[in-house]
């Protein structure tokens, strides 16, 4: 069973940055999507950020500060997020779609990294 392995996360101040990484311990050239959702207390998780078919997509409200890139050598996907507000605080989960041998999709999601930017 594949999996993501989610590094990163932490508590930081408002308007300084911090990285997630993301690791796919499969065929990284088998997904069809990765990125990152996140979960707000009592809410449905968000897109956030997402490669997919060499776009990327990123929610409005990180547009401009959030950058997601992917390294396919080390199979790892970063979040690069810049200028924290603390309405950014939320439980972040790295995502991926992968299309198997047979044309099926699985989806996987990372364990999770808490996110906590202080005013």
């Known amino acids: 069973q594949w999996q993501l392995e989610e590094t990163g996360g932490g508590l930081v101040q408002s308007g300084t940055s911090l990285e997630l990484s993301c690791k796919f311990t499969g065929n990284i050239f088998s997904l069809r999507t990765m990125g990152w959702f996140r979960q707000f207390p009592g809410r449905q998780r968000e897109l956030v950020a997402e490669?997919?078919?060499?776009?990327?997509n990123y929610v409005d409200s990180v547009k401009g500060r959030f950058s997601i890139t992917k390294h396919d050598g080390t199979k790892t996907a970063f979040l690069q997020m810049n200028n924290l507000k603390p309405e950014d605080t939320a439980v972040y989960y790295c995502?991926?779609?992968?299309?198997?041998?047979?044309?099926?999709?699985?989806?996987?999601w990372g364990q999770g990294s808490q996110v906590v930017v202080s005013s």
């Open positions: 995502h991926a779609i992968q299309i198997g041998a047979s044309g099926k999709e699985y989806e996987y």
């Open positions: 490669l997919s078919g060499g776009a990327t």
